[in-house]
């Protein structure tokens, strides 16, 4: 399990069900989908839906059986969806996500642009919608391509990483996390900025 999973996690149940109302939830790279799998329980009966999705077959398979273990209230859908091929599924999507959830997502220098351009694709598709993006620094070059397309993008960032780690360390915090490791996570809340 990424660090980066454990960390968002922790943020988002730390936020009150209530913050998620209405939300269409879509979790991108989930892997096992922990993120998206604690917010569909935390959340069941605010949220419209949550769909948990990655290019691996793998890991949707592994998501799908977690995800049957849910009460049917929890509103969660599986799909294989690759970001290096955003152009054919954004559209396809239905109901717009009003929340994206990335964690981990950022570890391979060739797939920067590929996840960047539908993040913002993801976020255009729906007014007032963010992304929850979770990411270490493990390569330079990887990490300055990222911040590269953050600014070309114009996408504004919300550093959420203090509030995260406070998450982790309360008292009803199921989750656990080295603390050194969960320091070198960024937690972001990325949005489109007013203009666009």
Known sequence: MWNEALVLTAYLLHQPPESFAGEHVLELGAGPALPGLALALHACQQLASTTLSDYEAEAMCLAEEHAQSLPAS????????????????????????????????????????????????LLRARRGSRCLLAAVRRRPRTWALFEEELRRRELHVLDRSTEALDAMQCGGCSIWCDGEAAARVRLMEVRLTAEQ
């Open 74 to 121: 929890a509103k969660v859908h599986v799909r294989q969806l690759d970001w290096t091929r955003w152009a054919d599924w954004v559209p396809a999507l239905g109901a717009a996500p009003g929340l994206i959830l990335a964690a981990g997502c950022v570890y391979e220098a060739g797939l920067v642009r590929p996840l960047m351009e539908a993040l913002h694709a």
